[in-house]
């Protein structure tokens, strides 16, 4: 009888410490500009068709349905973000972003942080111009909203960590980066010693895998997942390491009109390797 009641206690243990790791998966959701070529009420079906509920729309991304070639932009009026969000959600979604965001215009700023005040966002992603770090901190705390600062290739002024560190230090816990691994990788950076330098500071992250360096061809397009040269069971282990609670953006930027069956891909792949 206490051999039993003691190995049902080991069985409890076990539990214990096996279901917060399981109980808190990466959290996936889908950059729109993957579906550019579509409208964002057919990205929604596509991503929806993909098991994915969040989605971080990119600024300019045509609605379609009852808005027509209207764009997802700051000036969106009331009624339209209400329905946004309400459409998202009939396929199970939620619009938790919207970027990359680009202006030297702080009134566009204030703009954006009411748009993700209003459509309850999570973070911004952006490039903020370097002559408006205090302004945009203080609309941050304002509306309790993070930012994500991308790293486009140079000429971007965050193209490398050290930059981007450089700007965050003493700064809101709210600003952070929105880390594509792509571009550091098309720059000539290591990407795993990047993850590990924004430790604690990535807010999400623009996953991707890439293709290697072709002869007479300068960029490296996007591939399936565990294709590519991005090492992406290394780069998973590393973000389970550092106990990652961001999102994990999908960008695919390649086969543009038929892409779910690659992404379906990527996320088979991404299951085998967190099981």
């Given at each position: ?149 991308h790293n486009h290739p140079k000429p971007s002024d965050y193209w490398t ?115």
């Open positions: 009888m206490k051999r039993h009641i003691l190995t049902l206690w080991l069985m409890v243990i076990t539990c214990l410490i096996v279901l917060p790791l399981s109980a808190k998966p990466l959290k996936i959701s889908m950059q729109s500009y993957t579906f550019h070529k579509f409208t964002l009420m057919e990205a929604f079906e596509k991503t929806a068709s993909l098991g994915i509920h969040y989605i971080e729309v990119y600024p300019g991304h045509k609605l379609g349905g009852e808005w027509g070639k209207q764009t997802f932009c700051i000036n969106m009026d009331q009624t339209t973000r209400k329905k946004l969000m309400e459409k998202a959600a009939s396929y199970g979604i939620t619009i938790i972003a919207t970027g990359v965001f680009v202006s030297d215009d702080i009134a566009e700023w204030q703009q954006l942080f009411q748009l993700a005040h209003d459509m309850k966002m999570e973070y911004i992603t952006c490039e903020p111009p370097l002559t408006l770090w205090d302004e945009v901190e203080k609309l941050s705390r304002r509306y309790n909203v993070k930012v994500a600062v960590p050290k930059n981007l560190l450089h700007k965050l230090e003493g700064r809101s816990k709210l600003l952070g980066a929105c880390a594509d691994v792509g571009h550091w990788k098309r720059e000539g950076l290591d990407h795993m010693q990047c993850l590990k330098q924004m430790k604690g500071r990535i807010v999400s992250i623009h996953f991707k895998d890439i293709e290697a360096v072709r002869e007479g061809k300068q960029w490296q397009d996007d591939t399936i997942w565990g294709k590519g040269i991005l090492q992406v069971s290394d780069m998973v282990s590393l973000l389970q390491q550092q106990k990652f609670k961001g999102y994990l953006t999908i960008e695919y930027e390649n086969n543009w009109y038929n892409s779910v069956p690659d992404i379906q891909q990527c996320l088979d792949y991404l299951s085998t390797i967190l099981h």
